[in-house]
């Protein structure tokens, strides 16, 4: 077991083996992604543990049914559910095709070089605030999810920012790169991860994950 494999393996909610149970105690890394997973999947209960009103079901079951005159919406309902459902399947198809090259190096980091950055320790948040502010400034990047870790880490031939961010649905790795503009959005598919790569004011960032929704929508959400 090594830490790609105990990443990769937890994040899919599975729970520990015993195999990742001997190698957490003696990885400090891994040790740390564990205890935040853990916090992550103890927040997202509470914030589902929301009291149902009571006859909300059978208001909901009326709704439904409805009387004959609410047929014409019903079948209009039916029909957007339908559009959205094949606006879903357009863009997992979108993903197929040529692998982006800067995005391919963002999957290389996460899966080869992500457990050391952590390893290493975050960067001062001032100093983070100041390197950002021209390209993804901190602010913003919050109103999308919860940075836990943010440290300068060598990325091709240059420096870029490595993000561990929190959002409702899973945990993205963000790799903000203020010295390499992107001309045209790229993406890669490898080792089962997702890579967006979009433009931030004068450069570009990464966004890696193991969801294409969840990397489109945080892509989405930060080229916005």
Wanted: proline share 6%; hydrophobic share 45%; net charge positive.
């Amino acid at each position: 077991m090594n830490c790609l494999d105990y990443r990769r393996v937890l994040l899919t909610g599975s729970g520990e083996s015993g195999e990742m149970l001997r190698h957490r105690p003696g990885c400090v890394a891994c040790s740390e992604l564990q205890r935040e997973h853990l916090a992550f999947e103890a927040d997202l209960r509470r914030a589902l543990e929301v009291p149902v009103a009571d006859g909300l079901s059978e208001r909901l079951a009326a709704a439904v049914r409805g009387p004959a005159t609410a047929r014409p919406d019903r079948r209009r309902f039916l029909a957007a559910a339908a559009v959205a459902a094949g606006a879903i399947g357009i863009g997992l198809y979108a993903w197929r095709g040529r692998d982006d090259p800067m995005a391919m190096a963002c999957i290389d980091f996460v899966m080869k070089d992500e457990a050391k950055s952590i390893m290493m320790g975050a960067m001062p948040r001032a100093e983070a605030e100041r390197m950002l502010a021209d390209t993804l400034p901190l602010a913003r990047i919050e109103r999308v999810g919860r940075i836990m870790h943010i440290a300068p880490c060598p990325l091709g031939e240059g420096t870029a920012y490595h993000v561990i961010l929190m959002v409702p649905q899973d945990k993205v790795t963000l790799l903000v790169m203020p010295d390499t503009p992107m001309a045209r959005p790229g993406r890669a598919v490898q080792h089962g991860m997702y890579a967006s790569v979009v433009a931030a004011g004068r450069g570009s960032v990464g966004v890696v994950g193991a969801s294409a929704a969840v990397v489109d929508s945080v892509a989405g959400a930060l080229r916005a």
